[in-house]
């Protein structure tokens, strides 16, 4: 039974952080004198792509995004993407784990949160200049090594944070769903990631979080217009959906990864949400 690929961070060994791991490089010298294509997989690490000038096509969760000018995509550990990047792109590839970049406070982590469950934002050109200027900070901190980089590399990564959120945060949002409403979605959604195999009930999540599920339901129907129950079932598709097109595993195997003992039962769910049994879906798109 065969996992989703998921790619490691590997470093040279003389580039070894103290702890955690760091890599930054320009998309220029990556690409090379031939198109870049990166076929669907996962990371262990947090991923964030910063298009100054570019074309190409991003597809994160099945979801396809047009590469751009001055655009920047930011990935969570876990998530599915396949990437295409024309020659002539540039810009930064930034990738980092939490062992390097643990937020200091609860402000940080919360930053840090927000930002990577903002896969896609496209910047105006003064403000992702600011950006842009951050990154090249960090590269010419990561290219040079002077004493002391790694410290000025996190700070810089503190700042991106921070100017990525500004620049991405929905200014028509009630201001409950922008506080506590938005943190304990993001709560929410760090534990479908971690438990959606062995966990599927409403109440399983309520109890993790210490809500009732009068409570679980405000906050997503607040943040997305949704029932925790169909937030639920959104994501077990997603999963299913990452398993059908990243791997070549039968749809019993995959029923079995995502906790279903009765593999007819998770064909007929799957048809239902989707309008396709998993097999169908698998062909479909990958013929599409």
Do not use: W
């Amino acid at each position: 039974m065969k996992k989703i690929p998921i790619r490691q961070l590997i470093l040279p060994a003389q580039i070894q952080p103290i702890t955690g791991r760091f890599k930054i490089r320009r998309i220029e010298d990556i690409i090379g004198d031939q198109d870049l294509f990166h076929d669907l997989h996962r990371h262990n690490f947090f991923f964030v792509l910063a298009v100054k000038n570019g074309t190409g096509t991003h597809e994160i969760d099945f979801v396809e995004h047009n590469v751009t000018n001055n655009i920047v995509f930011f990935l969570r550990p876990g998530q599915v993407h396949q990437l295409k990047l024309k020659v002539g792109s540039s810009g930064y590839l930034l990738e980092f784990d939490q062992e390097y970049y643990p937020p200091k406070d609860g402000y940080s982590a919360q930053r840090l949160r927000k930002a990577s469950n903002k896969n896609v934002c496209l910047i105006e050109t003064e403000r992702f200049n600011r950006i842009y200027a951050n990154l090249a900070t960090m590269f010419d901190e990561y290219t040079r090594k002077m004493e002391g980089y790694n410290d000025i590399i996190k700070a810089s990564l503190d700042i991106f944070c921070i100017e990525y959120m500004r620049q991405s945060t929905d200014a028509s949002a009630p201001v409950a769903t922008q506080s506590y409403t938005q943190e304990r979605f993001e709560d929410l959604l760090e534990l479908l990631e971690k438990h959606i195999a062995r966990r599927k009930q409403v109440s399983d999540y309520a109890d993790l979080m210490n809500l009732s599920s009068y409570q679980l339901n405000e906050i997503t129907k607040s943040s997305i217009g949704k029932t925790a129950s169909e937030l639920i079932t959104d994501h077990i598709v997603l999963e299913a959906k990452r398993y059908l097109l990243a791997t070549a595993n039968q749809v019993k195997e995959i029923a079995e990864l995502l906790g279903y003992e009765d593999v007819s039962y998770f064909i007929r769910f799957f048809k239902k949400h989707t309008g396709y049994s998993p097999e169908a879906y698998r062909v479909n798109v990958k013929q599409g």
